[in-house]
Every structure is written in structure tokens, then in C-alpha cells.
């Protein structure tokens, strides 16, 4: 630090630090003054968005959330409109049809007559309000959507994208915000007020219309997905004789002492006859154990490490919450690894079948790749002991299928927190199907899959596209205030204007969009026309070497001079 004055050494060492210096004069002491709302991150999000064009999000649409309604869960069997939770939108930024089935639904007429429930349209936007927030999806495949107390709304959206609002929102300048905003009462919650004051980044409109592009082949792919999963279902339960089938309703059944004792079991629901209706279904294929001697695969319990062993940093811990049949979340929590003494032997490796057994039992999930993760005791690591027998995804689809979910139902019943016990488990019966049946199975769920990462990889994209746009924007802000391009007679340094070009995909359009963006409120004696004007004169003998595209603003300027 030799050389230094006092004043680089401070500043240094709160780089070090999460240590924001706050003046008082920037402090609202009616509103936040919590040290988590002026953390690094949250102020250098705000410090870029400060630096380019941006209108709060209330100028764009109208917020709107439930107010008290009566308990409605008892009407869900009857529902005919999509009920929407956190639950419905964390996972999913696309709203499709996909959701049909997982959606709770309330009669129509109850949401109009009950005054405080508040219904969307198809295109509008929801963003999680209560215990997961600031989650943000676009309904697309539903006319209408009835708001649950934990979501709020954005309707009657004008003068932006919708889809390009709901990427903002989902990037880090948009759900950085948000996350800033939460209040934290009992749980973190969002209030409309704060929701109301989001900044929002008004981007070119051809980077508007890209995102839209991008989201509607991110849905078609993730519906696509779907149709796939539900053929290779269907052709499972086909081959199983189980098309169409459904199970006894029928509460009442005669069991023998010794079926008692045989079971270990004394509650009733565990002798409903549809359990019995499916053994005598699946009795009649050929089929295995899961695990145990002669059974399909070897079985691995992990550990578990306690609360206090979780921290921000290290190796991903994967719980049952961090798993679905379709993928693996990232966990938010970490354990030390030098803690733990892991080994590679706690990692999933390649192939490994996840399945839960506390708390959401009977979930299943095949590893694509080896994971630099460890996972709970709630997730037993399944290895195939034979894949000319059985093959993975196949297995993970039977695990997933109600010929299996009935018999986890039927061994985790009776308890007010459900546990499958290994033993149990061990015991499940899988039906086998002739290999290439099972090949051909495992194709479809493969090419599902695959749907699913490009639809995942697309929505990343687009976020990262936002994200490039607002950097670089701040860059060209940075750029022609540092080379002063911008004189007393409007001249503008021609090297900046190519460097805009070539960073709004060579469109002198948007070049001149931009300029009007940032600068028509620092310069108000300048037109729309002006603007125009500057970066045609500047542009036009750079076309060729900077391959800028001159089309749109030409036919924009000749418009203009007639």
C-alpha cells in the first residue's frame, strides 16, 4: 500500500468488506434503513439502472392483488379456473397447458362473487408475492387466472413487451430489485407499493420483439417436451394393461389376523382395496424388486448434517425440495466440504436414480451428469445393477407412475409426516417390459428432456441478452461522456456512434433510438428528427467498414425531410 493516500487504502479495504458507505442525505428514514437494503449488490444494480433510461414499472401497467376471500380449498374439486400460487409460478416462467393438470381450480362464479380475488388474462404477467417472491411468469396458454393472496399482478400492460417485461423481471436488474424491496415480517413478503417503483430499463424495440421470439420457441419446446412424456406414459401403461384404468373407491375391506401380522400394519388406510386391485393388476406381469437380493438396483442412503452445518458457500446440498421428475433446482444451501470429509462416493454419479422417501415420497430423477453435489438423507441413490434388465429412464418413469406411487402411497400412509422406509422400498414391485419396449420408452423421455434444457436454455439466453443490452448501454453512456462527444453544436465523435452501431446489432435505427433514449432529455433543444440526422451524417461514410445497416434510418430520414 506504499503511495497510497489514506483515502484509496479506505476504499480498498472496503472493497474486502460487505461494508456499503451510505450518505445520510440518500437515506429515506420513513422508508428503509435496514443494512440489507444497501448491500454492494443491491446499490451497483441501482447505479447501472441510474445511468441509462428507465420508467418505473406502474407506468407500463396497472398492479393489482387478492384481498381477503373466503376459504376456498373445499371448492377445488368443483373449480373451472386456474387458482395461481407461488407454487405455479417459481418453476415455471411460461404459463402453458402443461400446468393443467397441477393447477388448483375455483369456480369462476366464486371469484367474481367473492369481491376480493382478482383474475388475469392470457398475456399479463404474475410475480410471487408471500414465501418464495419476486418470481415473475407470463400466463400464456390460459384466457383467464385467478389470483391466490400470494401472487400479485400486472394487467392491462401497454407501451412495452410483455415478454420482454417478464425476462427484465427475471434477470438480475429486475429480480435484484424486487429482492430488494421484500419486506421481511413473519416471512419475506412483497407489497404493491414497492413492486409499483421498479425501474424498468426501456430497451430498443427490436431487442423487445428477439426476447418475444425467443419465449414463444422456449414455450413450444417445454409443450412439445411434454407431449413427449405423455407418450412414453401412455405406451408404459398400455404395455401394462393399466390404459384407462381406475382405482376402487371403495373404503371397506375383510383382512385376516395373519395379514395383519404379516403386514405390520393396524390402520386401515393401508388395506383399501385399490391397493390390492393394483397388486392383483401388476401380479400378473413379470416383474422384480427394486432392491434387495435378485432385486433390480443397489440402494445408498447419504447423510444428513443438521441445520447448523448450512452455509451460502460450498458444495451443493440437495433436498427432496430441490427435485421434481423433470430436474434438479440449485440449491441455495451449501455444505463445507472439508466439514464433511465428502467423498466422490456421496456425489450422484451419472445414470444414479434419485428417489425420496421423506416428506414428498416416491419422486424419482435420473442423474444426466456427474454432480459436484451431495444430497440429503431424504434421497436414496438407486443403481442399476443390470442395464441389459432394466434401463434408467424407463425405471425413473415406472418409479413416477401410478404403478409405483400407489405402493408408496399405501407404505407411507398413517403418519402425519410421510417416511418410506428403505426397507419398504426394497420391497417395491417393478413391472419389466421386453428391453426394446423399454428402449423405446426411454427414447421419448430422453428426447423430453433434452425439450426441456433447450426451452431452459433459450429463457437463460434471453435473460443474458437483457442483461448485454443494459451493460452495454452503460458502457455507451460511459463512452461518449468520457470522449465529451456531445459539444454545444451537437457534433458527435463518429467512432462512439460506430461503436453504438455495432453493439445494436449494426442497425443505425437503433442507434438513433438509443441516442433519443438517453440523451433527448439532456439536450431538449434536439428533435426525434435531430437525432436522426446526427447519426445518418456520422454514419453513412462508416457504413461499409463497420458494416452498419443504413436501410431503416434512410427510409426514416427521406419520411422526415419530405
Not at 383399501?272 to 432385486?295: A, W
Not at 438423507?377 to 432394466?390: F, G, M, Q, R
Not at 433434452?450 to 460511459?478: D, F, G, N, P, Y
Request: charge should be negative.
Amino acid at each position: 500500500m506504499k503511495n497510497l493516500s489514506c483515502n484509496q487504502i479506505y476504499q480498498q479495504l472496503l472493497e474486502r468488506l460487505e461494508i456499503s458507505v451510505v450518505r445520510l442525505g440518500d437515506l429515506n428514514l420513513g422508508n428503509r434503513i435496514d443494512a440489507e437494503y444497501f448491500s454492494k449488490s443491491h446499490l451497483q444494480i441501482n447505479e447501472i439502472l441510474d445511468k441509462i433510461t428507465t420508467r418505473e414499472l406502474n407506468e407500463f401497467c396497472m398492479l393489482v392483488a387478492s384481498a381477503f376471500y373466503p376459504a376456498a380449498t373445499q371448492l377445488y374439486s368443483k373449480g373451472d379456473t386456474p387458482f395461481a400460487r407461488c407454487v405455479d409460478c417459481v418453476q415455471f416462467p411460461i404459463i402453458t397447458s402443461t400446468q393443467k393438470e397441477s393447477f388448483e381450480k375455483i369456480p369462476y362464479s366464486f371469484a367474481k362473487e367473492s369481491g376480493g380475488i382478482n383474475i388475469l388474462k392470457r398475456h399479463e404477467i404474475i410475480i410471487t408475492k408471500v414465501g418464495t417472491p419476486c418470481y415473475a411468469s407470463i400466463i400464456e396458454d390460459f384466457n383467464e387466472v385467478a389470483l391466490s393472496h400470494t401472487v400479485v399482478g400486472l394487467s392491462d400492460i401497454k407501451g412495452i413487451n410483455a415478454y420482454y417485461l417478464l425476462i427484465f423481471l427475471r434477470s438480475k436488474f429486475g429480480f435484484d430489485q424486487l429482492l430488494r424491496e421484500r419486506e421481511l415480517t413473519i416471512q419475506y413478503q412483497l407489497t404493491l407499493d414497492r413492486v409499483r417503483s421498479i425501474k424498468i430499463y426501456d430497451a430498443p424495440l427490436s431487442l423487445q420483439n428477439n426476447i418475444e421470439k425467443i419465449c414463444l420457441k422456449s414455450k413450444s419446446h417445454i409443450v412439445e417436451a411434454a407431449a413427449r412424456y405423455a407418450e412414453a406414459e401412455r405406451i408404459l401403461l398400455e404395455e401394462l394393461g393399466l390404459i384407462g384404468w381406475q382405482p376402487s373407491n371403495d373404503k371397506t375391506t375383510i383382512k385376516t389376523f395373519s395379514d395383519v401380522k404379516r403386514s405390520g400394519r393396524i390402520d386401515a388406510e393401508y388395506y383399501q382395496p385399490k391397493y390390492d386391485e393394483l397388486q392383483h393388476k401388476i401380479s400378473q406381469l413379470h416383474c422384480k424388486t427394486l432392491c434387495g437380493t435378485g432385486g433390480l438396483t443397489n440402494w445408498m442412503k447419504s447423510i444428513e448434517p443438521g441445520s447448523e452445518a448450512y452455509q451460502d458457500k460450498g458444495v451443493p446440498f440437495l433436498r427432496v425440495s430441490d427435485i421434481s421428475k423433470f430436474d434438479l433446482q440449485d440449491p441455495d444451501i451449501k455444505i463445507d466440504e472439508q466439514y464433511l470429509d465428502i467423498t466422490e462416493k456421496l456425489m450422484p454419479s451419472k445414470g444414479t436414480i434419485l428417489l425420496s422417501k421423506d416428506g414428498s415420497v416416491g419422486i424419482a430423477y435420473v442423474v444426466k451428469e456427474n454432480l459436484k453435489a451431495i444430497t440429503s438423507s431424504a434421497l436414496l441413490h438407486l443403481t442399476i445393477k443390470d442395464n441389459s434388465v432394466i434401463l434408467p429412464e424407463y425405471l425413473a418413469l415406472v418409479l413416477n407412475s401410478i404403478v409405483v406411487q400407489m405402493q408408496a402411497q399405501r407404505d407411507a400412509s398413517g403418519a402425519i409426516i410421510q417416511h418410506w422406509k428403505p426397507s419398504q422400498i426394497e420391497k417395491v414391485i417393478i413391472p419389466l417390459l421386453p428391453i426394446e419396449k423399454q428402449r423405446q420408452i426411454e427414447n421419448l423421455v430422453s428426447e423430453s428432456f433434452k425439450l426441456r434444457a433447450e426451452s431452459k436454455r433459450l429463457l437463460e439466453e434471453a435473460k443474458r441478452m437483457v442483461e448485454t443490452s443494459i451493460e452495454q448501454a452503460t458502457t455507451a453512456e460511459t463512452t461518449i461522456t468520457k470522449l465529451g462527444c456531445i459539444e454545444e453544436d451537437h457534433e458527435i465523435e463518429s467512432k462512439v456512434l460506430a461503436f453504438l452501431a455495432m453493439h445494436h446489432q449494426n442497425s443505425a435505427l437503433e442507434v438513433a433510438i438509443f441516442l433519443i433514449n438517453n440523451f433527448s432529455g439532456r439536450y431538449r433543444g434536439m428533435s426525434q428528427r435531430d437525432w436522426h440526422r446526427i447519426a445518418w451524417d456520422y454514419l453513412k461514410p462508416r457504413a461499409q467498414k463497420y458494416k452498419i445497416d443504413l436501410s431503416e434510418l434512410g427510409s426514416q430520414v427521406a419520411a422526415e425531410n419530405e
